[in-house]
């Protein structure tokens, strides 16, 4: 049994089982999409007992291509993916939607699969996978706010696909590998890979999609959506670019700006879409920083964050599932609604502070004490600083302005059963990794020595932590705190929503009949270059041949890119 | 049910007043507890008695005051994307 399981393909049954979901009803339906992440562990623990290495590997077109790379690291990251996507399920289980299903497993298979890619095509077909998979958890809103938002997600999310495959390729013609190893910046390839990766790590000025997206996607979506592409880009990063020294400011800067937006944001799935960026920013600190110490925390991080975010989600979810609002000017008091949300909300909210005998507290610190290792000043002052922050925007603002503040008269039902069990099994997790921290420890790439429950921590990060509270508490008492208010922020998405069309909706104002005959002769114009391009360089052509397949790949991404983001802002 | 039946602890303004002073003890108490030990510290600044209350106290006022007048500058209407 557990040898067939283990020469399936990673997650083959989450991914073909999803497809099956339609097919079902009832309860019959929901005991199959429980099922389909319980086996798809069974596998897992297959997994474990295999030695470490590529298997299953295949032959394709004279490429060799390794569906399962097993090691520590895959494993780590498969494993908390399993979990997450388990309780994610159940969460999701009162949905009568059956697209929804298909779409949050399918995606979720996806994301496993990947991790266990050991080749770079491999990594791209799951890559894109969950791409597509995932919009449909934004569709699935059936609003045209969404259809608009869920396009420019795939938009973006295809892009990144883009990138990957040309670096790919590039990478091939350099090198005459397609393993994914330790890549490292430097070369055009590993560029463009590291690029891709950057867009689902959403790094600083390629991030707004997430924001965008992430908080208009369906109440149990975006639970799914939280969980996996940033992870796996934050895997992937982990994987490739360990040690690449440019990591370290940009994750410093992630930690950092997104505070400030969650300070003023009123819709607090976005304030959590914020919080997220900050703490991929920790992880990406961690990537840079290299060392083993550093690394382990990253993958410790990761796992701690997917657990308390997951759960911070779920319990917002909740509340937007009764109330049907999930903004901060409209809610308020409902504790006394909902007193087991409220709870669970405030477990995943320390534990994303990082209070002692909280997950979070186990895990971030090994990343801030890496950077100490190294005595990088700045890097450990930022995020202390963001440190701090976190405590504003996930520890103190979102339970606080959902379940206290003023009541807002809101009365409603305690959360559906399937997502109160789903939200307990979160936020057991999130104690037991807080106070029990070795089985975790166990589980990283390196072995670990480090100690989190030292005095000095211990105390100073209470400190950091309830002086930061009690500076909450002066600024409401004086009301200089600023009230929640109905709005939208402005951030890097501007530029694509309103920028770039209102430049191009200038030019065609002005040229009027001009402009659009001149597109009419653009498009007349490339249709026949690109004939004679075809004549001359095609395949039986007399450029054909002279050509680097490498550099004609990233001409034709650039080209399709430069496509996609004109038709979009047409 | 009614607003009035539905009264709880933390309703009463009194025991709210009566939780931030709890607070303001514990922060207190926690910025005393530098006394106490010896800190195992990275740089040398972090030995600076109550240096980490300090720190978390003024990064939280000057991440929201920060924050409030960012909304000069980026705050829009609610459907400014829907127009």
Redesign the interface.
């Known amino acids: 049994m557990s040898s067939l399981l283990g020469s399936l393909p990673p997650a083959s049954i989450m991914i073909v089982g999803a497809l099956l979901v339609p097919l079902l009803r009832g309860r019959v339906q929901t005991v199959y999409i429980l099922a389909l992440p319980l086996l798809s562990a069974l596998q897992l623990i297959a997994f474990f007992g295999m030695p470490e290495g590529a298997h299953q590997q295949v032959e394709l077109l004279g490429y060799t291509l390794t569906l399962a790379r097993i090691d520590k690291l895959s494993l780590v990251f498969a494993l908390i993916f399993h979990i997450v996507a388990f309780l994610s399920v159940v969460y999701a289980s009162h949905v009568k939607d059956s697209g929804q299903h298909v779409a949050g497993i399918a995606y979720a298979g996806a994301g496993i699969a990947a991790v266990f890619a050991g080749d770079l095509i491999t990594l791209f077909v799951y890559w894109e996978l969950t791409a597509i998979a995932s919009v449909f958890l934004i569709w699935a809103r059936r609003t045209e ?1 969404a259809y608009r938002t869920g396009m420019r997600y795939l938009i973006i999310q295809v892009a990144s696909g883009v990138l990957l495959l040309a670096g790919t390729i590039v990478h091939y013609q350099a090198t005459g590998t397609l393993a994914f190893d330790h890549l490292g910046t430097g070369t055009l390839g590993t560029n463009l890979i590291f690029f891709a990766f950057g867009i689902k790590a959403a790094f600083p000025f390629l991030h707004n999609w997430l924001q965008d997206a992430y908080p208009e996607a369906t109440v149990t979506g975006t639970v799914f959506l939280s969980a996996f592409t940033t992870k796996l880009a934050i895997y992937a990063l982990a994987r490739g670019y360990a040690g690449t020294e440019i990591l370290i400011p940009l994750g410093v800067t992630m930690t950092i700006f997104p ?3 969650a ?2 944001e ?1 819709d607090l799935r976005r304030v959590l879409a914020y919080s997220l960026n900050n703490q991929l920013g920790f992880m990406v600190v961690g990537i840079g920083v290299g060392t083993e110490l550093a690394l382990n925390g990253t993958v410790a991080h990761a796992f701690a964050h997917l657990v308390y975010k997951g759960l911070l989600f779920m319990s917002m979810g909740a509340v937007l599932h009764r109330t049907g609002t999930i903004k901060a000017s409209e809610l308020g008091g409902l ?2 609604s909902m007193p087991l949300t409220a709870v669970f909300c405030i477990i995943g909210a320390m534990s994303i502070s990082a209070f002692p005998l909280f997950s979070g507290f186990v895990t971030k610190s090994m990343i801030i ?1 890496a950077v ?2 190294q ?1 990088l ?1 700045w890097a ?1 002052i930022g995020l ?2 963001a440190s ?2 976190v ?2 925007h996930s520890g103190i603002k979102i339970p606080f302005f959902a379940f ?1 503040a003023h ?1 807002s ?1 809101i ?1 409603c039902k305690e959360a559906p059963a399937n997502m109160l069990l789903a939200m307990g099994g979160m936020a057991a997790l999130c104690i037991g990794i807080g106070v029990f921290p070795a089985p975790l420890y166990a589980l990283l790439p390196y072995e670990v020595e480090y100690q989190a429950y ?3 921590h211990v ?17 409401m ?1 004086t009301g ?3 009230a929640e ?7 890097f998405d501007w530029t694509y ?2 920028g770039l069309p209102r430049a191009l909706g200038g030019l065609e104002r002005v040229g009027g009949a001009a402009w659009a005959s001149l597109v009419r002769g653009a498009v007349a114009m490339v249709r026949g270059t690109v004939a004679q391009i075809y004549e001359l360089c095609g395949p039986t052509g007399l450029w054909g041949r002279t050509w680097s397949t490498g550099s004609t790949v990233l001409w034709v991404a650039v080209l399709l890119a430069a496509y996609l983001v004109v038709y979009y802002l047409r | ?1 009614s ?1 009035h039946e ?1 009264r ?1 602890w ?2 009463e303004p009194r025991n709210v007043t009566r939780l ?1 002073w709890a ?2 003890a ?2 207190a108490g ?2 005393a ?2 006394l106490f ?1 010896h ?5 040398a600044w ?1 030995e600076w008695f ?1 240096i ?10 000057f ?6 007048h ?2 000069k ?10 127009e």
């Not at chain 1, 105390?459 to 600024?475: G, H, N, S, Y």
């Not at chain 1, 208010?485 to 951030?491: A, E, P, Y």
């Open positions: 706010r505070i400030f937006f300070v003023i009123n504790y006394k004490s100490g290792d005595h000043f450990f202390t600083f701090a922050g405590m504003e206290f009541d008269g009365r030292t005095t000095t105390v100073t990060q209470l400190q950091l932590l309830m002086w930061a509270v009690l500076a909450f508490a002066v600024l008492r200089l705190y600023p208010m109905r709005s939208t922020n402005l951030d929503r309103r | 049910m607003d539905d709880r933390l309703d931030v607070l303001v514990v922060c926690l910025l507890a530098d030990y800190k195992h510290a990275h740089f972090e109550g980490y209350a300090f720190f978390g106290f003024i990064a939280f006022f991440i929201v005051l920060a924050g409030k960012l909304r500058l980026l705050m829009r209407d609610e459907d400014y994307y829907d």
